[in-house]
């Protein structure tokens, strides 16, 4: 994983600062309550509301 599992434990949405979770892939953070997937590139959790993706819920 290459997102380290103590920045997973202190990350939260910036939305909603709600939990956020790794998605299956390893290649973005969740918010299930905005539905939206923050991605991760070269290793770093692109944590900003206007680069978000929707997700279905």
């Known amino acids: 994983m290459a997102v ?7 990350l939260v949405c910036p939305k909603c600062k709600g939990p956020v ?5 390893e290649d973005g953070l969740v918010c299930n309550a905005c539905a939206l997937k923050y991605e991760i ?5 692109i944590m900003l ?3 978000a993706i929707p997700v279905k819920k």
């Not at 380290?4 to 202190?10: A, D, F, P, R, Y």
């Not at 979770?21 to 892939?25: H, P």
């Not at 590139?41 to 959790?45: T, V």
């Open 4 to 10: 380290s599992k103590e920045l997973l434990e202190i």
């Open 21 to 25: 979770e790794l998605t299956e892939t």
């Open 41 to 45: 590139r070269d290793d770093i959790p």
């Open 49 to 51: 509301i206007d680069e």
